[in-house]
């Protein structure tokens, strides 16, 4: 017999921030497992590239922009009727110390990583309370665990998108939708290839990583298939780590194989 408890067969997927890295290994991965995929991001030509390369829907769209995603959504509504699940991934970064951010830096990841997904997950989930069923899920950090140096807006936002999660889990739960979050570890994509091939980082993120590796964005799929799917069925407002047991623990700088 089939066993449909983690199946998303045929489900409507909504994915934000989709062109590349872990949107893309997402949304491939609900596609290859036959969801009907609504990709979006900025850029209409990577876009539309990777919306051929993995059977998707493409929509443009840039979640800093309050106008574009409620034209997103009535686009998607129109074509599919309706949005079973919402991924909220679209994220961006600047790395520097405190003293140094403008203002428009502040700005520019703030919009795309708190008002964007707040304001996308309000569109969809009107469609879903509508319909009273819908599940969402939020991308959110390993700086929830733990805020990384010299990167603190990105943190305020990732740890801000969190409490979006377990507030709008609080209050739609009653009427049929769940919402959960994802937090990945570090995870090697186009925008953190440059960064982690320095060596002496990568010694230090498998050094603290349990599982002695740096993630991949297909890595976190099989979580985001299970979120989405009933097996979760009962779950909701949670943040679930896909971080190789970063956030599990310190490692000490001590060689206990000499003791």
């Known amino acids: 017999m089939h066993d449909t408890l983690f199946s998303v067969r045929d489900q409507i997927v909504l994915v934000s921030g989709a062109s590349r890295g872990i949107g893309r290994a997402i949304a491939e991965g609900f596609a290859k497992r036959g969801a009907k995929v609504i990709i979006t991001g900025r850029e209409s030509a990577t876009l539309e590239k990777t919306a051929r390369e993995i059977s998707a829907t493409s929509i443009v769209c840039d979640v800093a922009d309050g106008k574009a995603i409620d034209r997103l959504v009535k686009t998607a509504l129109a074509e599919f009727t309706h949005i079973d699940t919402l991924i909220n991934v679209a994220g961006v970064n600047r790395r520097m110390l405190a003293e140094k951010l403008s203002e428009d830096d502040y700005d520019f990841i703030l919009d795309i990583n708190l008002k964007g997904p707040f304001l996308l997950s309000?569109?969809?989930?009107?469609?879903?309370?509508?319909?009273?069923?819908?599940?969402?899920?939020?991308?959110?950090?390993?700086?929830?665990?733990?805020?990384?140096?010299?990167?603190?807006?990105?943190?305020?936002?990732?740890?801000?998108?969190?409490?979006?999660?377990?507030?709008?889990?609080?209050?739609?739960?009653?009427?049929?939708?769940?919402?959960?979050?994802?937090?990945?570890?570090?995870?090697?994509?186009?925008?953190?290839?440059?960064?982690?091939?320095?060596?002496?980082?990568?010694?230090?993120?498998?050094?603290?990583?349990?599982?002695?590796?740096?993630?991949?964005?297909?890595?976190?799929?099989?979580?985001?298939?299970?979120?989405?799917?009933?097996?979760?069925?009962?779950?909701?407002?949670?943040?679930l780590f896909v971080d190789g047991g970063f956030s599990a623990g310190l490692v000490w700088p001590i060689d206990f194989g000499s003791q």
Not at 123 to 147: E, T
Not at 162 to 172: D, G, Q, V, Y
Not at 190 to 201: A, N, R, V
């Open 122 to 239: 309000l569109a969809a989930g009107k469609a879903m309370l509508a319909r009273g069923k819908g599940n969402q899920i939020n991308i959110v950090s390993l700086n929830n665990d733990r805020p990384l140096k010299g990167v603190m807006p990105y943190a305020m936002s990732k740890a801000a998108l969190s409490h979006m999660t377990r507030s709008l889990a609080m209050e739609w739960g009653p009427r049929g939708i769940r919402v959960n979050a994802i937090a990945p570890g570090f995870v090697l994509t186009d925008l953190t290839k440059k960064l982690w091939s320095q060596p002496q980082m990568q010694a230090w993120g498998e050094t603290n990583t349990p599982l002695k590796r740096l993630g991949q964005p297909e890595d976190m799929v099989g979580t985001a298939l299970f979120l989405a799917s009933e097996a979760s069925a009962w779950m909701t407002g949670q943040t």
